[in-house]
């Protein structure tokens, strides 16, 4: 009888057959890189001559969302979003969880060309990346220089009061391990000055796509969904941040479907540093 009932059982896949698959799958994903790179080249050089010809912030922006939904349409990464509906008509603050390099071309296509982007400052660096990165108006934040960055988060801070909509990523960095790490307090600290809603948005897809583990990219489906915004509580500024970013960030745990990494340690950004600063503003 035993010997029947193992004969019933399904067996399991040899171990080599995983291997095997990808060692198959490899010439695909390469042909897939190489086209991949030359779209992302083609692009961005049209996308670096618009905003080095365009006048006006809000044309550089315009270009720059449509050459992001021709990127990520041309290599199998259209992003199919929801919720736009609970965008504010007037400014706010939009935080997101953070999983890949693809997060940002993802936002820009998605998103209305209003919306500046918070960046680490490392990217101010890179050539042709910086001078793009400026030309849309993005806001460049030192994450390890505390001085630097105190005056960065001032900046940021300014802007944020002058009206303008911003993108942050408050986890401040990405891992390759799935799940949502502690969310730092300067995003959450400028809405509070700035007296704007925080809205929610979670973005699916983009770390099976571009993997921080370095792998070769690969077409994913990729889904952006915003969540409703959240009015800053009455209070102490500090108090009001802490608890803007609890709820912020439960919000978009509770959709995510990937586990809370709190306990992960990260390293700190200096973007955390508004919290300290935005006392200087008042």
């Known amino acids: 009888m035993r010997r029947c009932a193992d004969r019933m059982m399904p067996q399991e896949p040899s171990a080599p057959s995983r291997p095997l698959r990808i060692l198959a799958l490899l010439p695909f994903r390469l042909a897939f890189t190489v086209y991949a790179a030359a779209v992302f080249l083609v692009v961005g050089l049209g996308a670096l001559l618009a905003t080095s010809a365009l006048p006006g912030l809000a044309r550089r922006r315009a270009a720059v969302r ?9 290599v199998g990464m259209r992003p199919a979003v929801s919720g736009l509906e609970h965008l504010p008509s007037g400014q706010c603050v939009i935080v997101a969880n953070h999983a890949s390099y693809l997060d940002g071309p993802v ?17 101010a660096k890179v050539p042709l990346a910086g001078a793009f990165l400026r030309r849309i108006g993005s806001q460049f934040v030192e994450r390890f220089d505390r001085r630097r960055g105190a005056a960065d988060a001032l900046r940021v801070l300014r802007s944020a ?47 099976a796509a571009l993997s921080p ?70």
């Open 66 to 74: 449509r050459m992001a939904r021709l990127l990520l349409a041309s």
């Open 107 to 123: 936002f820009t296509a998605v998103l209305p060309a209003r919306f500046g982007f918070v960046i680490k400052r490392e990217m």
């Open 161 to 207: 009061t002058n009206g303008h909509s911003l993108v942050f990523f408050p986890e401040g960095t990405f891992t390759p391990t799935p799940g949502l790490l502690k969310f730092h307090s300067g995003a959450f600290t400028t809405a509070v000055k700035a007296g704007c809603p925080v809205v929610p948005a979670v973005v699916r897809g983009t770390r």
């Open 213 to 282: 583990r370095g792998e070769l990219p690969r077409p994913a489906r990729i889904e952006v969904q915003i969540l409703p915004p959240i009015s800053p509580p009455q209070g102490a500024p500090a108090h009001c941040a802490a608890l803007l970013r609890e709820q912020a960030r439960a919000a978009i745990l509770s959709v995510l479907g990937e586990p809370d990494l709190s306990s992960h340690v990260a390293p700190v950004a200096a973007a955390d540093l508004v919290q300290g600063v935005g006392d200087l503003s008042e």
